[in-house]
């Protein structure tokens, strides 16, 4: 049967059930004389008659009962799925998947998030930490986390973090050692605590910026990670320089555990931004994550029936 013919057997379903095509008509919004075409049409087209019609009620035939018991608790179980999708919608339910650094998800991500997940039981929040440039649609990420300007253009991009400065850090007892480097050339010269991207396959030069005069310089050491985490360790420990957004070192830096060097190199650049594809049609669930990612209270945002 084709699949036009699933609103005659819908048709058929709601007479038998109401026992009358006045009630059923109302039921489905059509007029009565419709309604009563159709029933006909169906009873054509399978050759036998499904409903038995007297003056003051409807009732199904034998053929129209078993057709009844096959199909009817079908539609029921349509229905039902159809209101637990509008529910899905209404209510923030699901996954969002985010790819993201450490560093970002320690100190902006579940901090903003926690009052989120702990208000909306049904939300989970899944963190790939990687340091990568994953591709977000092709591996089926909701949202990604980068510096703002290393987003792609066509995604649509949201600040959830203040401008970011680097810097350039060792141990006293590097320096002692070695000596301060005075421009960026120098550092060639010296021990640096490098990542490797996964995305590039090496390591990336440093960039330095001074009175818009642009530098960037291949360093080498003894240390290279794949991830930021332990870079301030390696560096409290002596091992050499390294480069990160300051306020990864700021615990270091206020104890005088780590020094900066080169500081009027390390211009401002844009912070954080959470990023999604432009086509993507939030969900109740993404749309609150966004939102408390902006810094948005629970207070401050659109209410969802629940």
């Known amino acids: 049967m084709s699949r036009h013919n699933l609103n005659d057997l819908l048709a058929f379903v709601t007479v038998a059930r109401e026992g009358s095509f006045t009630r059923a008509a109302a039921h489905l919004g059509v007029?009565?004389?419709?309604?009563s075409q159709t029933i006909?049409?169906?009873?054509?087209?399978?050759?036998?008659?499904?409903?038995?019609?007297?003056?003051?009620?409807?009732?199904?035939?034998?053929?129209?009962?078993?057709?009844?018991?096959?199909?009817?608790h079908r539609f029921d179980?349509?229905?039902?799925?159809?209101d637990a999708l509008t529910e899905l919608r209404d209510k923030?339910?699901?996954?969002?998947?985010?790819?993201?650094?450490?560093?970002?998800?320690?100190?902006?991500?579940?901090?903003?998030?926690?009052?989120?997940?702990?208000?909306?039981?049904?939300?989970?929040?899944?963190?790939?930490?990687?340091?990568g440039f994953r591709d977000i649609v092709a591996d089926r990420f909701d949202a990604g986390i980068r510096f703002g300007d290393t987003v792609d253009k066509d995604?649509?991009?949201a600040p959830i973090g203040p401008q970011v400065r680097m810097a350039a850090v060792a141990s006293p007892a590097y320096f002692a050692r070695n000596g301060m480097p005075r421009k960026p050339q120098d550092l060639v010269n010296h021990q640096c605590i490098d990542?490797?991207?996964?995305?590039?396959?090496?390591?990336?030069?440093?960039?330095?910026?001074?009175?818009g005069r642009k530098i960037n310089v291949r360093v080498t050491g003894q240390v290279i990670v794949n991830t930021s985490a332990h870079v301030p360790a390696a560096a409290v420990s002596g091992l050499g320089i390294a480069y990160l957004p300051e306020e990864e070192f700021a615990p270091h830096l206020e104890d005088g555990r780590?020094?900066?060097?080169?500081?009027d190199w390390c211009p401002l650049f844009s912070g954080y931004h959470l990023y999604?594809?432009?086509?993507?049609?939030?969900?109740?669930?993404?749309?609150?994550?966004?939102?408390?990612?902006?810094?948005?209270?629970?207070?401050?945002?659109?209410?969802?029936?629940?």
């Open 31 to 35: 007029t009565q004389s419709a309604l």
């Open 40 to 72: 006909s049409g169906l009873e054509k087209r399978l050759k036998i008659r499904l409903l038995t019609r007297t003056t003051r009620s409807v009732s199904p035939t034998s053929a129209g009962e078993r057709l009844m018991q096959a199909i009817g």
């Open 77 to 82: 179980e349509i229905e039902l799925e159809l």
């Open 92 to 131: 923030p339910a699901g996954t969002v998947r985010i790819t993201c650094g450490d560093f970002v998800l320690k100190t902006i991500l579940l901090p903003r998030l926690t009052p989120v997940l702990l208000e909306y039981p049904d939300i989970k929040v899944e963190f790939d930490i990687n340091y």
């Open 155 to 157: 995604m649509i991009a």
């Open 195 to 211: 990542i490797r991207y996964p995305t590039l396959g090496g390591v990336d030069a440093w960039e330095f910026e001074k009175r």
């Open 258 to 263: 780590l020094v900066r060097v080169l500081e």
């Open 276 to 306: 999604y594809p432009s086509r993507r049609l939030p969900t109740p669930a993404f749309s609150l994550v966004l939102n408390a990612l902006r810094g948005e209270s629970l207070e401050d945002m659109p209410r969802h029936v629940s």
